[in-house]
């Protein structure tokens, strides 16, 4: 069950949430506009810092990435956002109709599907024209290689059914979402509309979602009164041209900005980097399941990939006898092959 409608806009003078699917990877990947405006000139020009080597970049067929452009020593900072340049869901949106109508969807989210809610501003900021955020939403790709958008074929050859099982659940949730939606965006007054007046369907949430899930960080997030961080997903422009890799050469930094209680999130060179490296950051320590169903990729030789297996002595005894083997005593295996079963775990 693929979601992969298009949908034709048809109100002028808006940004038209359409989402082409797309069924294979592709090294290059198209941004919603043809030639977005320069992403590192904006954060700058926001009052976010870029290091004069970093560039953004093709980088094999990981898509876009950033790029030294000379070497750069360990410990230097490559990147800092201030406060008003992360995209996050958060109550300093105001508290007008449309903010609250997404609060109520937002509330309507199974809180595993965290990166739908964060989606549904993405989907807003998308629909905006006068979205602060549209210089770095322009730049993100306009597909994703992700299993909710797999045609029938690609879905049948996953194979493994804890994976088959989560693509379905998600395909089924947009179809189901994509309802809740439009009875919310019912009646409503054209100034309250969240979207712009746009209808949003289940290929547009799908966008938004794998958006968020293969781009977003969850960092600390507003301060509470007893003084922790709650956790905040947050899309951080340009941090998130950085590809994955698990021996990364930078580390996001997350510090208090200096006279303010508004946070700073840094990118620093945790080794020397050397001219033409990429700037690589660890998405985490996932198996391929995660990194397939919320980045679209997979790592080859995985450490972290395992699968679990069911050990049933009773079904391999009576699964012997049928096949005639003598003695087999898989039900009452000897203390030593207990012990091998303990940590059952065996690469892909
Ligand atoms: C946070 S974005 C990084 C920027 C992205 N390459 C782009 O073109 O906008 C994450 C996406 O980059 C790609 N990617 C990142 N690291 C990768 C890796 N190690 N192998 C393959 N693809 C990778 C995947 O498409 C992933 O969903």
Not at 129 to 143: K, M
Request: net charge neutral; glycine share 6%.
């Amino acid at each position: 069950m693929a979601v992969s409608k298009i949908v034709m806009a048809s109100l002028a003078n808006c940004r038209p949430l359409t989402c082409a699917a797309t069924a294979t990877a592709s090294s290059y990947q198209e941004r919603l506009v043809p030639h977005p405006p320069d992403l590192i000139k904006w954060v700058r020009r926001e009052g976010g810092f870029v290091h004069q080597a970093i560039k953004i970049s093709q980088y094999g067929t990981d898509g876009l990435g950033l790029i030294a452009s000379h070497d750069i020593p360990k410990g230097s900072q490559l990147i800092a956002l201030p406060d008003n340049i992360p995209l996050k869901f958060g109550d300093e949106d105001g508290v007008d109709e449309a903010h609250s109508v997404l609060v109520n969807l937002a509330q309507k989210v199974p809180d595993e599907l965290w990166a739908m809610k964060l989606g549904l501003k993405l989907l807003r900021e998308r629909a905006r024209v006068s979205s602060f955020w549209w210089p770095y939403i322009s730049n993100l790709p306009q597909t994703y290689s992700v299993p909710i958008f797999f045609q029938g074929e690609d879905i049948k050859n996953l194979q493994y059914a804890p994976l088959v099982y989560q693509v379905n659940r998600r395909c089924r949730f947009l179809l189901d979402f994509e309802q809740e939606v439009k009875r919310a965006l019912e009646n409503l007054k054209q100034n309250d509309h969240p979207f712009d007046r746009q209808d949003v369907d289940a290929s547009s949430l799908g966008w938004s979602l794998s958006a968020v899930s293969s781009r977003a960080f969850r960092l600390h997030g507003k301060k509470l009164p007893d003084g922790t961080r709650i956790d905040a997903p947050m899309m951080l422009p340009l941090i998130d041209m950085c590809n994955h890799a698990f021996n990364p050469n930078a580390q996001i930094i997350q510090e208090q900005d200096a006279g303010s209680a508004k946070m700073l999130i840094k990118v620093v060179a945790e080794t020397p980097i050397k001219q033409n490296d990429a700037i690589l950051l660890n998405y985490g320590c996932l198996n391929n399941d995660l990194f397939l169903l919320d980045y679209g990729f997979v790592i080859p030789s995985n450490p972290y990939d395992c699968i679990e297996l069911k050990y049933d002595g009773a079904f391999l005894d009576a699964a012997s006898v049928a096949a005639g083997v003598s003695s087999p005593k898989f039900s009452s295996p000897a203390p030593w092959q207990q012990q091998l079963f303990i940590p059952a775990k065996f690469s892909r």
